[in-house]
């Protein structure tokens, strides 16, 4: 659970949930969900959990969008389908913002996606797009990370610090 905090801080978000009465479980894949029931396989093999109320979160996926642009525009994409874009967030007469680009960050991975990521790089190509318009260049993007927190439930969370480089 939450992959790109430190596992202290995963450990802790599962605790406060069982504290909220949620029987967290990984490493599982869901083959049916019923009324008051969900299904699921483990290594183990199939079991199922009981419940009124039952939540799913099954990561994400970029849009399919993004291969579709990858063909038509040939830009190549990630591992995980996100379309690899210029230190300017573009390839080249196409910008790519959020969780459909795959930007480096200062260590070289690829920045999360993640709204504050998104919001600064939106607001980076609208400088870029003036910029052009006016024939000025622009300096690659560099994200500035503040922390990030997860919201775990009402006056609960795990916080991460900003990475300082």
Known sequence: M???YPSRLSAKAVEQLNQLGVLVQTGAM???IRD???VFRTADGVEEIAGRTILWTAGVRPSSLGRALAKSVDVRLDHTGRLIVDPDLSHPD???IGDLASCAGPN?????????????QGRYVAKCIQNRL???ATPPFVYHDYGTMATIGRSRAVAMEAKRG
């Open 2 to 4: 939450l992959p790109t």
């Open 36 to 38: 008051e029931k969900v």
């Open 108 to 120: 070289g991975k690829p920045l999360p996606g993640l709204a504050p990521v998104a919001i600064q």
């Open 30 to 32: 869901v083959s049916d």
């Open 134 to 136: 006016q024939r000025q």
């Open 94 to 96: 196409v910008f790519v």
